[in-house]
């Protein structure tokens, strides 16, 4: 009896609590219609804060700032090179170096060949400039003269930044951690072994090190070849047009044409001479034969 009467009340109980949830339901549901109509009122046509343009305006905004930060965070080397044709490729070529020191860069190699009877001057160069300023300075070189050949390249080592930084970060832990046991080992075959272990790690951390620093620089300092050279040493331009191939043609033929008689005036006395040795061999044999011809006396 008492056991019914402990589940009757527990029922009861139970179903008081539902229709409590209900009731406090429902007036929720009552409310919530005026109070979204009085906070959420739509927009006039000139206020672009709840209109359409201006959600996609601002999640357009939001994109370009990603982008531009991905962008970033990205590491890229840029390598290029550039041939010049100067007057003097010797005094170009301390324009060149004011250039390079100028925009914050440096010079790596620099070569120098004066002019001589049989040897023209020229000079060469490698520039490391700042990536920021690279283009500046490529515009800067434009003016020393007359270009012949540009090429600029760009190679995109994130990953190989990001992996080195991974790893580097991986045996600092673990340098620290094995120098925190070297000073708790109590054995002397402990001690030897953690040092052990230790010095290989901390000698592959270092390598890893100044591997990344290296390629922070290369990623930080592009890499610019420059060549100047005077006239005589720039490649001949190519023909654009059929009236410049035409006359390139006959420059070609009128060359080929004057290369030919030189090499019949080395050969021409050559030729004579072959000659003259052919006609006495002739001569000789001819004799020779007329000789075998004659009948013999009685």
């Known amino acids: 009896m008492t056991r019914r009467l402990a589940s009757a009340a527990a029922a009861a109980a139970l179903l008081a609590l539902l229709l409590a949830g209900c009731s406090a339901g429902a007036g929720s549901d009552s409310s919530a219609p005026m109070s979204g109509t009085a906070e959420h009122a739509p927009a006039e046509p000139g206020d672009g804060g709840g209109s359409a343009e201006g959600f996609v305006a601002t999640g357009e905004a939001a994109a370009d700032e990603a982008a531009g930060a991905s ?11 550039i041939s010049i044709t100067v007057d003097d490729p010797i005094a170009s070529a301390d324009d060149v170096a004011d250039l390079a020191t100028g925009a914050g860069g440096r010079i790596d190699q620099r070569t120098e060949q004066p002019g001589t009877d049989g040897m023209t001057a020229s000079a060469d160069l490698v520039l490391r400039i700042p990536v920021d300023g690279l283009d500046a300075v490529v515009d800067d070189l434009r003016e020393l003269g007359e ?9 995109d080592v994130t990953q190989q930044r990001e992996d080195l930084d991974a ?3 991986a045996l600092g832990a673990s340098v620290d951690r094995l120098t925190a046991l070297l000073g708790q080992a109590t054995t002397t075959a402990d001690l030897i072994e953690i040092e052990s272990e230790l010095t290989t790690r901390q000698a592959e951390l270092d390598s890893l090190t100044q591997q990344r620093d290296l390629l922070v620089d290369q990623v930080e300092f592009s890499t610019l070849s420059v060549s100047l050279v005077t006239e005589e040493q720039a490649p001949d331009a190519r023909p654009d047009t059929f009236l410049d191939g035409l006359a390139a043609g006959w420059e070609s033929l009128m060359a080929f ?5 030189v090499v019949l005036g080395v050969l021409l006395p050559w030729i004579g001479l072959l000659a003259l040795v052919a006609a006495i061999v002739v001569g000789v044999v001819l004799l020779v034969a007329r000789g075998r011809r004659r009948p013999p006396q009685a």
């Open 147 to 155: 270009v012949n050949r540009i090429a600029l390249e760009a190679s």
């Open 71 to 81: 962008d970033a965070d990205r590491s890229v080397i840029r390598t290029g090179s």
């Open 167 to 169: 790893r580097i970060e």
């Open 257 to 261: 044409g004057a290369g030919l008689l």
